[in-house]
């Protein structure tokens, strides 16, 4: 009964789909297939491009209804572009993905619209992600530790058990209530990036649950080298440095350290333990771009401009 009477509810709701685009190449033919293919169909895809003379006609062959905004490299951040494509949409849900993400299979729409409306006082819901056919060996175990088989909503109670991963929500593939998402002031309009975080710490504060849907599959991964990470992780303590009123008093160090003892045992599972060895050598990196992004306030502007990977930013 419950599920027929979910099901009657959601049927009358639309989801548009928002992707920042820079460049986008052949991949951009495959997401726009997974989309089109969708049991849950996308009512509107709004493409915010960075770089018109960067597009090329074939990438609005779609039977998507689409629109294209052209923007600057100036332009572009990662918290107001967004938010200027969320305010161009009347839709109930808001689904924004990054290009390099593909839908696993049909229901990925679905599965996520399914886990935003199991309770009211959801507003989020984000995809699992799973690795790409060239992943590397430790990316694969970090997908896996970031994105496990098993869904949770997560709410403010939770903060003891699960600390910084509370808060996780990544726009890689994620879903939100358009409403809400307005209510709540959308994301910062400002950010070198963790826009999703950021929001999503906000709307746990506020009393509201954010859903892991691991049903809703996304192939996405990265093979970042130790410098890569290093900036990456620079950029990410940067956005926590400066939005204490979400991260104020919680430590990100404890989760890296169990990411890193449990994919070091996981390696010698996997009968590779001389990847240990280029486990440290990554983590070393990782954790160095982190506490000096922590303490960017008391660096000079040319190392800021050496560890970030966002110099734009800062101009």
Not at 20 to 48: C, D, F, N, S
Not at 68 to 97: C, I, N, P, W
Not at 116 to 126: S, V
Request: glycine share 8%.
């Amino acid at each position: 009964m419950y599920k027929k009477g979910m099901e009657q509810s959601m049927e009358k709701k639309t989801v548009d789909v928002i992707i920042p685009a820079y460049r986008p190449g052949e991949g951009w033919k495959l997401l726009l297939r997974g989309l089109e293919g969708q049991t849950w169909p996308v009512h509107r895809l709004i493409v915010m491009n960075t770089g018109e003379e960067n597009w090329e006609a074939a990438y609005e062959k779609t039977t998507i209804p689409m629109e294209v905004h052209h923007l600057t490299r100036e332009e572009f951040d990662h918290g107001k572009t967004r938010d200027q494509a969320a305010r161009m949409s009347q839709a109930d849900y808001l689904l924004f993905m990054t290009q390099d993400a593909l839908p696993e299979d049909r229901h990925l729409i679905e599965k996520l619209v399914e886990a935003i409306e199991q309770e009211e006082k959801i507003g989020a819901a984000y995809a699992r992600q799973l690795p790409r056919e060239d992943c590397r060996l430790m990316e694969q175990y970090t997908r896996q530790f970031n994105y496990p088989e098993k869904s949770r909503v997560k709410w403010l109670a939770d903060l003891p058990e699960l600390g910084i991963k509370t808060y996780f929500c990544s726009n890689v593939c994620a879903m939100y209530k358009r409403e809400l998402y307005l209510q709540l002031g959308g994301f910062v309009k400002k950010t070198i990036f963790n826009e999703d975080m950021i929001f999503a710490g906000g709307l746990i504060q506020k009393g509201y649950g954010v859903a892991y849907a691991a049903e809703a599959k996304v192939v996405h991964s990265h093979n970042h080298s130790a410098i890569q990470q290093f900036h990456r992780n620079f950029d990410l303590a940067v956005s926590q440095a400066d939005h204490p009123e979400v991260f104020d008093g919680i430590r990100s160090e404890g989760e890296g350290i169990r990411l890193v003892k449990k994919t070091a045992g996981w390696l010698c599972r996997q009968g590779k333990p001389w990847l240990v060895i280029q486990l440290v050598w990554q983590s070393g990196w990782k954790y160095l771009g982190y506490l000096l992004g922590k303490k960017y306030r008391k660096l000079p502007r040319w190392v800021i401009d050496r560890c970030t990977m966002n110099p734009k930013y800062w101009e």
